[in-house]
């Protein structure tokens, strides 16, 4: 059921950048799945649909806000204002149980790592870290949100990976080897072959994204033809 609310924002701050991290109070009666959407108003602005960040469970609803014409109302929205939000739209995803030999993974690029995270953080509550695979697609470094969290989860061991299409000649940070062009160049090796069966993929992103993605799956026999 949709849900209609007026809610307090908490916390507004960089979180890549061109990108803000806005973060609403939870509003009683608000449930969703990983992966899905809601719509935010910042009044006079308009209403657009964002990915949320937050796992089901967690006690916020935060969101990854790219700065644009469209969007600066909401991304200048300082602790305390109040927007307009409904939701929780979309299917979202359906993660599967832990179970011997299982592997979810996460791909997409830019914002649409709120939806990743969402899924990501859910999947850790149950899933081993070395079940969990995400990897992530950036223009450049700067523009890479929740690195302090990918890093934490790299150092769990979650298997994270970052490929950066448009690096700056001075980009470096310890999550990143060097890995340059889009991420679905850069599934292969981390499909294990003996493991197809119970391979769960999940992607967030544009549609031009998640078709060269799929195409790479079916490449690694991940998906049929």
Excluded at 5 to 30: M, Y
Excluded at 117 to 126: P, W
Excluded at 131 to 147: C, K, M, P, S, Y
Excluded at 202 to 214: H, K, N, Q, W
Aim: glycine share 12%; charged share 20%; hydrophobic share 45%.
């Amino acid at each position: 059921m949709s849900v209609h609310k007026s809610i307090e924002v908490v916390a507004n701050h960089p979180a890549a950048h061109g990108i803000r991290r806005v973060v609403l109070a939870r509003p009683a009666g608000w449930s969703h799945r990983a992966g899905q959407v809601a719509e935010l108003t910042a009044p006079p602005g308009p209403a657009g649909y964002f990915a949320i960040a937050s796992a089901p469970d967690e006690p916020t609803l935060d969101f990854l806000v790219k700065l644009g014409p469209d969007t600066t109302q909401l991304a200048g929205a300082e602790p305390g204002a109040i927007v307009e939000l409904r939701g929780a739209f979309g299917a979202g995803f359906e993660l599967p149980a832990a179970a011997p030999g299982r592997r979810l993974v996460f791909v997409g690029a830019g914002t649409a790592l709120s939806a990743l995270r969402s899924g990501l953080v859910a999947a850790r509550r149950d899933h081993a870290p070395d079940a969990l695979v995400i990897v992530l697609g950036a223009r450049r470094l700067a523009e890479l949100a929740f690195r302090d969290e990918l890093a934490s989860w790299a150092d769990a061991g979650v298997h994270v990976r970052t490929v950066m299409s448009r690096p700056d000649p001075d980009d470096s940070w310890r999550g990143w080897d060097g890995r340059t062009g889009y991420v679905q160049g850069h599934l292969g090796d981390l499909i294990d072959p003996a493991a197809r069966a119970d391979t769960w993929a999940f992607l967030a992103g544009s549609d031009g994204l998640e078709d060269a993605v799929y195409a790479a799956l079916r490449d690694v026999g991940l998906l049929a033809g």
